[in-house]
């Protein structure tokens, strides 16, 4: 079975730094095709991703907020980690990790969807 | 950038009835990539149809995708009562590398 959970804090300052886990079991984030994401969604808002780390460790970030996020994963605990910094409350809502599964096939990478999504961190910057 | 737009905002619909949503895109998204996702309130987004129209495991065949180039179409052929929820629209690849349209919520009339 795969699973997803979020871990961090519910509450955070303004200007403080967030720190969000991300673990994971089921699949491992070294086979060929996998990564993870983070997504928020602010309160009755639409779906906003953030962040992704692939198998082989290439990141790739939201360009808007490039310059606040960083994404790590420690393959040894099957974690990915989100970092945010200078929150503010324009940042709170809840924040969700997913794995997604593609493969290359001939010239072409296949998407196959976020197809395990987590249940979702709730924060609030006050 | 990449932006999805989607309509209508709210459909108010009847179950048995017919349900089509659209996904339209300001630039062409490649059919490898375009995907559709249901969230009821307080859960996680759920993994409908992935590459423009292939159902993911455990999506009912009632749901279908089709569409090409900058527009897409989810159908729900007879609404059940769980069907009731927001649907997104979703694409890979561009910039940013993905993007979520701003969902249409399926109502029961």
């Known amino acids: 079975q795969i699973t997803l959970k979020e871990s961090g804090p519910t509450l955070v300052k303004p200007t403080q730094t967030l720190t969000l886990t991300c673990s994971f079991s089921?699949?491992?984030?070294?086979?060929?095709?996998?990564?993870v994401s983070w997504i928020r969604q602010s309160p009755g808002k639409a779906l906003e991703w953030l962040a992704l780390?692939?198998?082989?460790?290439?990141?790739r970030y939201s360009p808007s907020l490039k310059s606040r996020l960083t994404i790590t994963r420690d393959t040894s605990k099957n974690q990915v980690v989100l970092t945010m910094v200078n929150m503010d409350p324009e940042d709170t809502g809840t924040y969700f990790c997913?794995?997604?599964?593609?493969?290359?096939?001939?010239?072409?990478?296949?998407?196959?969807?976020?197809?395990?999504w987590g249940q979702g961190t709730t924060v609030t910057v006050s | 950038e990449i932006v999805l737009t989607q309509s209508p905002g709210t459909l108010s619909l009847s179950p048995g009835e017919r349900a089509t949503l659209s996904c339209r895109a300001s630039?062409?998204?490649?059919?490898?990539?375009l995907a559709w996702y249901q969230q009821k309130p307080g859960q996680a987004p759920r993994l409908l149809i992935y590459?423009?129209?292939t159902r993911a495991t455990g999506t009912p065949d009632r749901f279908s995708g089709s569409g090409s180039g900058t527009d897409f179409t989810l159908t729900i052929s007879r609404l059940e009562p769980e069907d009731f929820a927001v649907y997104y629209c979703?694409?890979?690849?561009?910039?940013?590398?993905?993007?979520f349209g701003p969902g249409t919520k399926v109502d029961i009339k």
């Open positions: 590459g423009t129209s």
């Open positions: 780390i692939y198998w082989d460790a290439d990141k």
């Open positions: 997913a794995r997604s599964r593609g493969a290359s096939v001939g010239l072409y990478f296949h998407f196959y969807g976020m197809d395990v």
């Open positions: 089921g699949f491992s984030l070294t086979t060929n095709g996998v990564a």
């Open positions: 979703q694409q890979y690849g561009g910039s940013p590398l993905f993007t």
């Open positions: 630039q062409s998204v490649s059919s490898m990539y």
